[in-house]
């Protein structure tokens, strides 16, 4: 192998190229016409075109990717993650046409994807799992009302398709449920093009902690510790930290060793991760298995020293783990915010527009993986992240210090970002102390309070205000005639000056 | 020139002349210049630094500082004295056109024209950038001409309908 | 300790500041005219202006520094490294002021300080030292002639106040040796106001090797390995490695142990580098003691785990240090490359202008250490740093290839760098085989040899120039009238094209 | 539009029209795009991607690619055939004024009005940066009016001296 398309766009895109330049292995990169100025695009060795914009004429064009990669002569593809990384279709497609699939057999992918399946095969491994509507499948709307007294409410009505929050939906009582099965239907159907949902109890207080497991073609699985996902809006995880604050090296050891059952339940290959809910009590509960690379694998990265896309292709290439499970130590802590373009003071409204300026925090212990530069516009087709920042520190509190300062030294202008959330929480006493759970984020958190000991400047902000709105007033006053408008606006006084004087 | 700046409610009064500045009667050393041209400012007031983004909205001023939103309504005693005078009722009984807050598509108008509507009230579901957005009503009132479909893609500030 | 002010400007007033924030210490910034966007004062808790650009009347004016610095309430002061960093005067001028000076004690600084007294100071404690004149302070041209023919050449002429290259230079033979002590003690003059120089033995295939190390003021003393840094120009460094290709366990240890006791030997306390002269045959002997932070100290950060600054205000707050000898350990290998604004190909000629667009490298296992951004201009009054890119991997190997993936995405626009002088050794057989000496890059490297294996492409620079050029002939032709050429050709041309069809 | 374009003494001929592009008779699949309109350029050429700096000198053109310099002279058949007919001799025998390459001091002028000098010679040192850096001349010749004097601080690009 040395080779590989990576079949994705973006951070995760760029990740990937970074591993396989650093192995020696070329890149081939495919590329949607909104994206002919992307990161990835520039950074690979190769760049194919898609098709449009919209991913289902680009990057989920299966068919097209396939033969981009046997054109270029490349051995093998990296989906990444979304877009094809899940569909055993694809997996299958990859090896009928000889070509490597960084990632699990079509089988295992196919056994995860569907999240009943799933719950079957786990449970038969003995694995915990939510309670539930399992096993029959396309229940209908009135089986789903009859059941769901029997769960008890809050329950979740879940896309069975589904993934990332699309499809789901919390029901509290019986008589809002047909409301909200309708329009979890239509979301599943219109974001999958499968409306088939089902049933799970709400647990309460839950914690979402996920476990990183490698598994190799020789039969090693290994896991690689827990991930602490709590932090979530919409169901979208918007901080991930590891260790989790909450876990215990007992509960991680059988956390581990129930995940690494899961996967060898499904003869896993390549790097998984297995999602379980931890109620206040420390039970734990399978939610589904994740057949791909994470978005927030840096930070087991980061406490593990494993580079879990190296390792990726590695096992793809038929090779041995580099680890055993002795070796597997966790060293300090880490944190990714996930810097998404959206307005966190306007209900975390999607932002798009061109990136005019833009500079990435630095210096010790702090990893930026993105795929946006200055110049670069942050179009409406894909999700809006922006950027990951990952801190690494000898400790928790270290580590939260350290996302402070990189937080205030990012800079990003031409879009709204979610930076200030990030910095209201990690000012947060709850999250400093470890104490949230799922709910934290929509239930619990506001961007408007003002934690005990934070100092805030308003009349500096209004200071700024006024010399910025004087400054503008004094221009205006001064334009006698021009053509467009400069954006820096005390540049263009400067010049002005310098020319009128 | 004289400023009453309005931030939470709290005024300020600044004054700003010849490159000198008071606030609240205080004289400050002010030194106050754009980064890379960019609406990014950097403030050195009494030897205290600090760094915020400022952009202009519908109101007034935005200012980002340390991860706070600080909205500032900068006037001078001119336009101060009149918007007293004019009371705040103008922007309830005023027409509210819905705009398209970025590119999408119409996923869902969950309103009809005519019907009667409360505050907060989700007028239009737009998906952009894979989410599905509520956008909401911000006064209560009808709606109006609605002028997109579900199912249509439209642009950043296209108008979708209007709440009378 | 709450509060500290730090003496210095760009990458590493912003890597001490970043230290200070992780702490939760408030920082105090100063600057010159020339500094007032500078990154360290954008950064600061607080900020105040010394003077003009010239250092003289700014960043030197040590008097100014004491008298803010006690204005702003800060209980200590951080002098980075150059500037007031191995000021005897200065350390002394602090302590009289009631403010702790991070660093060693003026008596330290000032043994270590004059070269002389250094290399008797450490002879007596049993150090080996490069044979050449000493003990005798100011020596007569008449002589340093008689004496020369004794060591032996090739010798080289020192500065004796002097660091950094300044002043020195290499002499072959008895008959060029007037015309060199004549302009050494010029430039030494210049450089330090002090033209007194000394000689010393010229070692041949020579390497540069130091040892970190760290004393707390309880009397305790470790080493954190040693740093090879024989990739130099003039004697300037420009590429750092740790640990060092050429040193096996044994030299390390030897060589720490005498790094141990030539600090003990002047009572040395907080972070110092023992710099060595490595030979062929690894003996090596003692060359001078930086009795401040190393521009280098991030690679040993990185193979060690130790934050060096974090451990700098830790003992300079009394405390013990957090490490014993035992617990420091190699992990991996670090490179970095000194990113300076200098045109390699046109003799490294400094280079200066507004950087007018910036892309950091990042992801995995890089860290950048930079006070510069887009927008920010590169002064002629300071050094030519703008930024430390700095890489961590599993290996040396592994480092390499990830320091030319991190080159390859950096892009600096404005001002010429010495990137393509470091992606040109970063090919170069002799780097990656480690079989290098100090006078590699002056002799036995070229900005224009192509290694083995390495694929150049004229043919594509070719189509590119005659596409620029192309497009540029087609603007001109299509130009009307315009007042101000826009940097952006191509928006241009598609503006332009939009607005006249 | 036809160019002949010279890299290291290599002759590429170049045809561009109308978004066309030939190689040396081959048609060739370019995309070619600036970069955040900087002088960056992505270039896709029949799959393969390649990213450089191009910037204009003196000459013609500075193309910076993966580490590498290549100096590139592009011109269309009629200046080639002007400058192939002109010779090489032009710049050896022009005047050559030596400008300051960046803002610094003057430390030392080893040469006098009138001196005859050699080619690598150097004329100035100047620092900047704190370092000190020799101004060589590119040519043999003779030296007349210098205009600068040690200690003196210069501009970018300001004359120093001229070499006849």
């Keep these: ?104 057999k079509a089988s295992a992918i196919a056994a995860m994807g569907d999240k009943m399946k799933a719950r079957n095969t786990v449970i038969a491994a003995g694995v915990p799992v939510v309670p539930g509507t399992e096993g029959e499948g396309a229940l209908a709307d009135e089986d789903l009302l009859t059941i769901a007294p029997k769960i008890g409410f809050p329950l979740l009505i879940k896309a069975t398709a589904g993934g990332g929050g699309k499809g789901m939906r919390e029901v509290q009582n019986i008589e809002e449920m047909p409301t909200l099965l309708h329009s979890a239907r239509r979301e599943a159907e219109s974001s999958f093009g499968d409306g088939n949902v089902y049933l799970e109890k709400l647990v309460e207080g839950a914690r979402h902690i996920e476990i990183q497991i490698l598994a190799d073609q020789q039969g090693n699985t290994i896991f690689l510790n827990e ?30 060793c129930v995940a690494v059952k ?84 306007n209900n975390f409204m999607p932002s798009t527009g061109v990136i005019t300026h833009s500079m990435l925090p630095a210096g010790p212990g702090v990893r930026v993986d993105t795929g946006v530069y200055p110049g670069f516009e942050i179009s409406p087709y894909y999700d809006p992240l922006i950027s990951k920042l990952v801190v690494w520190g000898e400790t928790r509190a270290q580590a939260i210090l ?57 009349e500096i902000a209004a200071l700024m205000a006024t010399l910025v709105a004087h400054q503008s007033i004094e221009r205006s006053a001064q334009v006698v005639r021009r053509g467009e408008r400069d954006t820096s606006n005390w540049k263009w006084v400067g010049r002005w000056e310098r020319i009128h004087r | 020139m004289k400023y009453i700046t309005t931030i939470d409610g709290r005024e300020f009064a600044i004054e700003i002349t010849d490159g000198q500045v008071q606030v609240d009667g205080h004289r400050l050393e002010v030194d106050f210049e754009s980064v890379s041209g960019q609406p990014v400012y950097s403030l050195i007031v009494d030897g205290k630094s600090y760094e915020a983004y400022v952009y202009p909205d519908e109101d007034g001023w935005q200012v980002l500082m340390e991860g706070r939103l600080y909205p500032a309504r900068v006037e001078d005693e001119r336009e101060k004295r009149l918007r007293a005078a004019g009371g ?70 296209q108008t979708l309908l209007s709440v009378v």
Tied chains: 1, 3.
Excluded: W
């Design chain 1, 402 to 458: 350290r996302m402070r300062r990189a937080l205030e030294e990012y800079r990003i202008v031409g879009v709204r970002t979610n930076i200030p959330f990030h910095q209201t929480m990690m000012d947060s006493h709850r999250f400093m102390g470890g104490q949230y759970d799922t709910r934290f984020v929509e239930e619990r958190f506001s961007m408007h309070d003002i934690e005990e000991g934070k100092t805030i400047h308003p």
């Design chain 1, 227 to 256: 991930r602490e996902c709590s932090i979530q809006r919409r169901h979208q995880k918007l901080i991930e930290e590891a260790p989790s604050p909450f876990v215990d090296d007992d509960l991680r050891q059988r956390m581990g």
């Design chain 1, 262 to 345: 899961a996967a060898q339940a499904v003869g896993y290959v390549n790097a998984g991760t297995i999602e379980f809910l931890v109620d206040k009590d420390k039970h734990f509960y399978f939610l589904e298995m994740n057949t791909r690379l994470q978005v927030e694998h840096p930070i087991t990265e980061l406490i593990t020293g494993v580079d879990i896309v190296k390792e990726q292709i590695r096992i793809a290439r038929g090779r041995q783990l580099s680890y055993k499970q002795e070796d597997i130590k966790i060293n300090g802590a880490a944190i990714e915010c996930r810097i998404n373009a959206e307005d966190p003071f």
């Design chain 1, 1 to 104: 192998m040395n080779k590989v398309l990576i079949a994705n766009r973006g951070e995760i895109a760029v990740r990937i190229l970074r591993a396989c330049r650093e192995l020696g292995i070329e890149t081939v990169a495919v590329y949607s016409e909104a994206d002919r100025q992307a990161l990835h695009v520039r950074y690979a060795d190769e760049a194919y075109l898609l098709g449009p914009a919209p991913s289902r004429q680009s990057y989920l064009r299966s068919d097209k990717i396939i033969e981009i990669t046997k054109k270029s002569g490349a051995q093998a593809i990296h989906p990444g993650y979304g877009f094809l990384a899940e569909r055993a279709d694809f997996a299958l497609a990859c090896a009928d046409a000889g070509l490597i699939f960084i990632g699990p």
């Design chain 2, 88 to 157: 705040s009722a103008v922007s309830e009984s005023a027409e509210y056109h819905l705009k398209a807050p970025m590119p999408g598509l119409v996923v869902q108008i969950p309103v009809e024209v005519g019907q009667q509507i409360e505050k907060g009230q989700v007028l239009v579901i737009l998906e952009s950038m894979k989410m599905q957005n509520e956008l909401k009503s911000p006064k209560a009132g009808r709606v109006q001409r609605i002028r997109v479909k579900p199912g249509a893609s439209v642009e950043q500030r």
